[in-house]
């Protein structure tokens, strides 16, 4: 058998016709189960910025990393830019409109949030399922997103109850360290 070139992995110009429809893929995006968190970051000015994300994925324990895709197009990627730092709280299902809140655009976002610095001065938000403090590593390019990876500094896990989870555009609850 021949060893894969660089160049057969590329995909050629002819294939690109075969890619499956947006809208289809995201209709089978949305059979795919995921926590949701609040992804966010101390602007420059010291204001937190954030947005709600579904794609928040661990990606190594050495070291440990994790990562999240951030839409080309949300408001806030400037701040996650030019931050040296970011937080990431898990949410649970009492945090609902928190999850809706944040995934509208709006400047005042985290005012009336129950919300705290953690050890690292970044913004997470109070009674998280779990929380992760990281060091922005790389900003990669993954089609319409930005693959934001991050280097765990902190990681909490909070009492066991119930995460947030999205599955066909909605919002479940899923017990934590329940019966299998
Ligand atoms: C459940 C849920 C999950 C989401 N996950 C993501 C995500 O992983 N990445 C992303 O870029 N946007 C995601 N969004 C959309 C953003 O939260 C939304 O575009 C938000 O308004 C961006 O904030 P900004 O434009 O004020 O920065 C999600 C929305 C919902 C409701």
Sequence with gaps: ???????SIL???????????????????SRIPAGVAIVATMDADGVPQ?????????LS????????????????LPAFSQARRFAVSM???????LASRFAKHAT???????WSRGALGQPVIDGALATFECERDEMLPG??????????????AG???????????????LAVGGAD
């Design 1 to 7: 058998m021949s060893s894969m070139s660089p160049e």
């Design 11 to 29: 995909m050629p110009a002819e294939c690109r016709s075969a890619l499956a429809p947006p809208h289809q893929v995201k209709h089978a995006f």
């Design 50 to 58: 954030g947005l709600t994300a579904s794609t928040v994925t661990p």
């Design 61 to 76: 324990l050495e070291p440990p990393m994790l990562l999240v895709c951030m839409n080309r197009s949300v408001h806030c």
């Design 91 to 97: 949410l649970r299902p009492e945090h609902r409109d």
């Design 108 to 114: 005042d976002k985290f005012d009336g949030v129950s």
């Design 143 to 156: 089609g319409d997103h930005i693959i934001l990876t991050g280097l765990i500094q902190r990681a909490h």
């Design 159 to 173: 009492e066991e109850g119930m995460a947030m989870v999205y599955l066909a555009r909605r919002f479940h609850g």
